[in-house]
């Protein structure tokens, strides 16, 4: 193992002063370390190139220079010894200048041993103009500016210099790059489910705009630089005096989007209901386009709120956003006082497009915004639950209630009349890491257990299936016991291991004798009766306790498909972790309850009128982090009981077991 020589730079002072500028939070640096002598062979002969990318010795610096790409061309320098012991410091930074015709991401990687796709890094990634200068900083265990994977710092076996997917050819300098600064400390992250978590306190910001609530003045043509963009590129365009911000982008580069330039210290818009932005689709397909808004804080708290639009052909929109929901629904209770982020992407575009922007600000007052507040708050996370008499034994409301359905797991097994241990299609579904398995999910002592696990091998265990590295387990009662309203409760205890989404959700099925097959019994369109899928209980691990999402999606899946719900919905804790969600599915109107707490509701002419089943399912992957934590594994969802009640006078409409 390679331990660096210590060196003594009076120009370290220089760049402590603008890190404590720019607030990295890492501990002030007092020592640092020489990584390579960027000005000698050992750099190139350390070196391996990737992506397309070169390296050489010029001007007393390495020289990484790439091409146009669609990847991230890049270099990685390895130690001699196999793996640097920077345990004595607190990260590793780096100088470089921008020699290229245009702004690049540039991004400084620290890796340690194991297989990439569990992210065994930590990343920071710098936007740098053509000719500038810049010193960039990883700190051991932070990503992003945030808490990330916990580096080993004794054993960093490789460091990356990277390129964000640059449109024109370049190279960049890199100067130095050294070991820095005193070992950073962090709190352990919290592991159980219902510890409960502070709320963050914002500063109020002093940058308030005009009471036009002007954000932007596309005017001053100059001041293009002001702005940053990802997998697209802008310019100003005039008519007729009228300016307009346009963004190009091309088609399949995830989320090109254009930020907008927010003053230091952010806006404070306390005095506004959300935010007003019209925009016009240049191009000659349907877009779908996303407002976004942020509060400062950790990105893995989610810590805005984003609308979702489809913009035709030649359309011009005008959206208002409001603070603290998404397209109408509660959503993270965005504080106004601080706004440090605004951005609009393109989701997923399928075609190269363009999109005007001709106008952002606010709009509205503070009275209409606070008008329509979520049903709870991330304080909530720190109320114990205390449950009411009533869970478990009937529904939240009063009406002449009939139980259809009271599964208790008293057998020593699954119950195969009721339940399938199995999905309808053969999967497994794109974008996800896990497998599932029948024997996954069991009963023992009167719980239904799915279990989630490092296994790898193919779907249901067929070879001619995909293979996952995980394996996990999912349940359903389709073809077995469906219901259309009512009242669906389940106990439950979700699993804590970073990287998993339990799911305790309800999909349409027109039923056997419709005569539909089976993709078209369980649309969510409105061709044969309103399909839905409703999400009661879906819960990212990687948020921790105390946060969960609640759902309905319709209308496909595509670019039709469209959505109501909150990510951020928050409760308190429980003694031994299981909490009771619920949900009150009336015509028109749908109501989440969770441990005996109204969590949301939604009311909507669209509401779902085909009758649906059950399903439990562990997912991995897809919306959920990839970095899972693979040493808290073996773990399980645990669902104690699952019951159901419906109306007398909906009993007609009501399908029971088969």
Known sequence: MYVPSLKTNTHRY?????FALINLHASEPTQTAVLFDMSSAEAINSSETENGASVSIEDGALKVSFDKSSSYPGVNLRPAGGAWNLSEYGGVEMTFVNNGPEKYGIGLRLDNPGNWKNNPWNTEVAWVESGQAKTIRVTFGQSYGNKGYALNPSQVNNIKILVDRPRQAGSISVQSLRAIGEP???E???AQPDQPVKAKQLKPSFNSPSISGELIDLSKKGSLSDYRTSNSSIKIVEDDSSYALEMDFGKGRGYPNVQFPIPDGGWNLEHFAGLQIVLKNNGDHKVRIGVRTDNPGNWKESPWNTDMHHIGPGETKTIQTVFGQENGAPSYPLNPVNISGIQVFADNPSKAGSIQIMDLRGYGTAEQREAKEALSTPEDRNVPAKLPSWIGKRPPVEGDWVMTLNENFDEKKLNLSLWTPRLCWDGPAKGETQRYLEENVTVQDGFMKIL??????????DPKLDSRVYATGAVTTLDKWTQRYGYFEARLKPPTARGLWPAFWLMPDRGKDSGLDIWQRRDTGAKNGKGMEIDIFEHLTEWGGGRYNIATHWDGYG?????WGSS???YGPTEDGFHTAGLLWEPGKLTWYLDGEKKGEWENERIADVPAYIKFTIQMGSWATKNVDDAALPQYFEIDYVRAWQL????SLAESRK
Do not use: F, R, W
């Open 14 to 18: 220089v760049i402590l002063t603008l």
């Open 184 to 186: 950073v400390t962090y």
């Open 648 to 651: 007398k006078e909906h009993q």
């Open 559 to 563: 670019s039709d498909h469209k959505q």
């Open 452 to 461: 989630c696990e490092v296994n790898p091998g193919h779907q249901y265990n």
């Open 568 to 570: 951020h919905t928050y």
């Open 188 to 190: 352990k992250a919290a």
